[in-house]
């Protein structure tokens, strides 16, 4: 058995993958995350071979992960991802290819090994992300803007009358504020996602991940798969 850990920039997630395939465990909150925490989440399962690791927030954060597996199983062989310019028959299209997110790269390599190609991704966690693969395993580049959190942070901390509010709920034309907010911002990161995989090719598959995957793709008008494991699926590549 190995383990997987893919920390983003709001949550770490953990899966574990077997001959049965992956197990997800539950997610971490990174501003709630410790060496304790972590060690009494692990301290239940049986030791892994493997370890593998991407990381995109805090350096800290991969530290702990490595710490607390070196305690839990002390000699674990520990893996962690890097974005390179080519592996497992995806080619990076960055310029600096170590540049790319390695959540993102992870997914490329995922993308080509489980799915026919060509596809769009879109990772829909802190940042929504969509990467192009075409039929070859070209990476054709991708798109970065605000996750539907960060979105309506951005509005409560740049203007006056606007207050962050968690729990709102509305699709289409809102009649109050929480609910204008969270309804424009669904909008967008439908709308980002709709204007870009319309201009693929006819055959190309829409893949969605991450943790707002399931609520944006309630909103777009055209079909989409989603992967939760996209990101563990890359980094089981690795240990494999
Ligand atoms: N149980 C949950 N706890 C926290 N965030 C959640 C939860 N379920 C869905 N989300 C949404 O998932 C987003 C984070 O997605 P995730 O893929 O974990 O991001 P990242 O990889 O950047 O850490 C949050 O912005 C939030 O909107
Ligand atoms: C774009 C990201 C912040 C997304 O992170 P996430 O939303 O998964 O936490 C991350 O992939 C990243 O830090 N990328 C480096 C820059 C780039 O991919 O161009
Ligand atoms: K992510």
């Known amino acids: 058995m190995n383990l997987l850990v893919d920390i983003g920039n709001s949550r770490l997630k953990w899966a574990t993958s077997g001959p049965g395939g992956l197990a997800a465990g539950s997610a971490l909150a990174n501003s709630t995350l410790t060496e304790e925490s972590l060690a009494d989440v692990w301290g239940g ?18 530290g702990i992960t490595r710490s607390v597996a070196g305690r839990l199983w002390p000699g674990i062989t520990i893996i962690e991802a890097k974005s390179e310019a080519e592996a497992f028959g995806v080619r990076n299209a960055y310029l600096q290819p170590e540049k790319l ?50 979105m309506k942070k951005s509005l409560s901390a740049g203007t006056e009358a606007l207050v962050y509010e968690a729990s709102a ?25 709709e204007h870009v995989f319309s201009a693929q090719p006819e055959h190309c598959q829409l893949l969605l991940t991450g943790g707002d995957a399931r609520l944006i793709a309630g909103q777009l008008g055209c079909a989409c798969r989603i992967d939760a494991d996209l990101v563990f699926r890359g980094l089981s590549l690795l240990v494999e």
């Open 169 to 193: 709920f509305a699709v289409g034309p809102a009649n109050h504020t929480g609910a204008a907010i969270y309804s424009g911002v669904l909008s967008a990161a439908a709308g980002l996602i």
């Open 45 to 62: 399962i049986p030791p892994p071979e493997r370890l593998a690791i991407s990381c995109v927030s805090a350096r800290r954060l991969a």
């Open 101 to 150: 997110g390695v959540d993102r790269w992870l997914a490329l390599l995922a993308a080509r090994r489980h799915y026919a190609l060509p596809v769009c991704i879109v990772d829909c966690g802190t940042a929504i992300t969509v990467d192009l693969i075409d039929e070859r395993g070209q990476h054709l580049g991708g798109m970065i803007c605000p996750g539907l959190e960060l």
